[in-house]
């Protein structure tokens, strides 16, 4: 069976330190994979894709930036944190046209 | 722009009643996915509705889809305090089988005793 994991669990960092958040999937190959985020008390928004490797499309102009550089991990980057990236990350993969499955997230607190 | 709108956003009930969450979306897209969120946790799959007419059904819940209405449903009945979590609608923009997501903002629904 397929499983999808994501760390750290929780994460705090100082405004401006870098940030570095991985995901990997097991029991698939060639998966679509999601990087989300949560802000307190809202919905998701979508941040960035990939539909393989070294393919990444954003979906929003911000401070953060992701890689994928093997079939099954994908990694979100940011070089300077801001406040306003505090939230919730959710990493997610999907086959072809059906749910995304959602990893169990980083809880992300720049202070 | 696809939008994706719940309503409502909060619910408080009863334990015992029935109650319906509408999720409507504004351009066409013939696939819609119910998640479950608890507290602090990530989301868990509720229901994958792949086609107009789309009916599912478990335990308590009932989800459904009628994509010329651009709607989708999810009914509860019979509530209990179990059920209390925020249930998002998210529809698949299908952007090149992509499997994109747009999530609706999301029904905080609160079961009392």
């Known amino acids: 069976s397929q499983t999808i994991h994501q760390w750290p669990a929780t994460l705090v960092q100082p405004v401006g330190s870098p940030l570095s958040l991985e995901c990997t999937v097991e029991?698939?190959?060639?998966?679509?994979l999601y990087w989300y985020r949560q802000a307190a008390g809202r919905g998701l928004q979508l941040l960035f894709y990939?539909?393989?490797?070294?393919?990444i499309s954003s979906e929003v102009p911000q401070n953060l930036s992701a890689s994928r550089p093997q079939d099954r991990q994908f990694i979100l980057s940011s070089k300077k944190l801001l406040l306003s990236d505090s939230g919730f990350y959710l990493c997610?993969?999907?086959?072809?046209?059906?749910?995304?499955?959602f990893g169990q997230g980083t809880r992300l607190t720049v202070v | 722009e696809l939008k994706v709108e719940q309503n409502p956003l909060f619910l408080s009930m009863q334990e015992g009643k029935n109650y319906t969450i509408y999720c409507n979306y504004s351009?066409?897209?013939?696939?819609l996915y119910w998640y479950r969120q608890d507290p602090g946790k990530s989301l868990e799959s509720l229901f994958v509705?792949?086609?107009?007419?789309a009916v599912k059904q478990e335990g308590r819940l009932m989800a459904s889809l009628d994509t010329k209405a651009r709607l989708s449903t999810l009914h509860i009945t019979a509530a209990v305090h179990d059920l209390s979590a925020t249930y998002f609608c998210?529809?698949?923009?299908?952007?090149?089988?992509?499997?994109?997501?747009?999530f609706g903002q999301g029904t905080t629904l609160q079961v009392k005793p």
């Open positions: 997610a993969w999907s086959p072809m046209n059906t749910e995304a499955f």
């Open positions: 029991g698939t190959s060639n998966p679509n």
């Open positions: 990939s539909v393989g490797i070294g393919q």
């Open positions: 351009t066409t897209s013939d696939r």
């Open positions: 509705l792949l086609s107009n007419g």
């Open positions: 998210a529809v698949d923009t299908s952007a090149g089988n992509t499997g994109k997501l747009i």
